[in-house]
């Protein structure tokens, strides 16, 4: 329970202070053996730190109010679809990139390309190194699962990195448990991503650990982000690379942290066996060692609201068109991943199934598809790269229509599917709504600096 975000609702409706402690304090006995006069010292402290930081009036200084003051859009992160990996996300993470393009930093893949991993170029006396980073957030659902929580987690780091062509030389990891959880769940957490550590041979190198939210939020969630570090000697295979004419390859998938919450909350426990693999570090290191990766135009992973989510963003970012075969892509789905997704009515091309998906010129094809099975992992052609509009699939019968994300990503829990995945009537005022906050925050960031630098 957020404690300062139920008071901060609260405090300024129709209910009175008195009523507020007592409410407060009875929530607070739900999750701490306190006695009476304990919990109501604790809410009368909570309370007491939201009115202060609510009185703006004792601020004399206008600039401050305005730098501690939220550029609010009045839509919801639920609303917006933020996290749900469909088209208000999509359009979400693209206002998050405007603000950092906003910078006017330099560097060779950015979040504007959204791209999963950035990279920049380091100039060593002797050679020119490309460094990429990558950062992950635990899958939201596994936090009761910490090992799988980790595990998933890491897999996913690695893979961003993998897939701008770097290898992965270190792994971060924070980590932050409420106020009520068991420390034991720091371990299993550490012991999940430890365990692909160990898998691929990249060492964990440092992370921190904290409370989510310190003394005013109770309960026992996890919540974690797992980066990694890779380099590179060539340029980064990055979205913007595909070029037409182009093939596209894809391995096969079995999911992560997406098909494992699947598999759990489903009752198909037996699937979780099938994510637990490092397919996705093989097949990428395959093509390092090979050296073919300096000649692939393009890497991704399909992960972002499945396949769906991958075709739209890479055909936005470059202006082509990718024509896909849905009979092709959904070989490609691991057979017991494929049959729970079926029997469960969730769209496989509408989920993350963690394949590694590449962008090759013709003449290479085969050459990527013999090394990559020889790793052990299966590849097929999934379809092409064109001048056409946008992203397209072919389906069983021949016929071709737009391959577009859902606003939400295909609902694979039963509580995804009562939120449902259709596009609010108000999209496109909420997306307004959004623009102008993200506005509102690139002109504050610009006041700040430019008073840093007067004073």
């Known amino acids: 329970m957020d404690l300062e975000g139920f008071v ?12 507020l402690e007592d409410i407060l304090s009875s929530r607070i006995r739900e999750y701490k053996n306190l006695n009476e006069d304990e919990s109501i010292l604790m809410a009368k402290a909570v309370i007491d730190e939201v009115e202060t930081t609510l009185n703006l009036s004792n601020i004399d200084d206008e600039f401050l109010k305005d730098i501690i003051s939220v550029p609010k859009s009045n839509v ?14 999509f359009f979400t993470h693209r206002k998050i990139a405007e603000i ?16 999963d991993g950035g990279v920049v170029k380091v100039k060593s006396p002797n050679d ?38 770097s290898e992965p030389i270190a792994i971060l990891s924070d980590l932050h448990l409420a106020d009520d959880g068991d420390v034991g769940k720091l371990f299993d957490f550490t012991a999940g991503v430890a365990a692909v550590s160990e898998l691929v041979d990249v060492p964990i190198v440092a992370g921190s650990t904290l409370r989510v939210g310190g003394d005013m939020v109770l309960g026992d969630r996890l919540v974690s982000a797992v980066g990694s570090v890779g380099v590179s000697n060539y340029p980064p295979t990055a979205r913007k690379g595909a070029s037409p004419g182009d093939v596209i390859l894809m391995t096969e998938g079995s999911g992560g942290g997406t098909i494992t919450t699947t598999a759990l909350y489903n009752g198909f426990f037996d699937v979780v066996w099938d994510t637990m693999d490092v397919d996705f570090i093989k097949a990428s290191n395959a093509l ?26 890479i055909a936005s970012t470059t202006g082509l ?3 896909f075969y849905k009979e092709k892509i959904e070989e490609m789905v691991a057979h017991n991943v494929f049959n729970m997704l079926k029997s469960l009515d969730i769209d496989p091309l509408g989920v993350s199934i963690d394949s590694l ?14 090394v990559i099975s020889s790793s052990g992992v299966n590849i097929t052609e999934v379809g092409k790269v064109d001048n056409g509009d946008g992203a397209r699939i072919i389906d069983e019968e021949g016929k071709s229509q737009k391959f577009l994300p859902l606003f939400r990503e295909a609902a694979y829990t039963k509580i995804k599917k009562v939120v449902g995945d259709t596009t609010p009537e108000d999209f496109e005022i909420m ?21 840093i630098l007067e004073n």
């Open 128 to 165: 020119e190194v490309y460094v990429t980073t990558a950062v992950d957030g635990i899958h939201s659902r596994l936090s009761e699962y910490p090992f799988l929580g980790g595990f998933h987690v890491a897999r996913a780091t690695l893979r961003d990195v993998c897939v701008m062509g």
């Open 288 to 313: 390092f060692n090979s050296d073919l990766v300096k000649d692939i135009h393009a890497m991704t992973d399909v992960t972002n609201g499945g396949i769906r989510g991958d075709a739209h963003e």
């Open 431 to 451: 997306k307004e709504k959004v623009e102008i906050a993200s506005q509102k925050a690139i002109s504050k960031k610009e006041k700040v600096i430019k008073h």
């Open 357 to 370: 998906m590449l962008i090759v010129p013709l003449e290479l094809v085969n050459d990527v598809k013999k």
């Open 76 to 89: 919801s992160m639920g609303e917006m679809g933020v996290g749900s990996r469909g088209a208000g996300d």
């Open 321 to 323: 068109g990718l024509e």
């Open 8 to 19: 901060r609702d609260k405090i300024n409706g129709d209910i009175n202070k008195i009523n």
């Open 100 to 115: 950092v393009a906003s910078t006017n930093t330099s560097s060779l893949v950015n979040p504007t390309e959204q791209d």
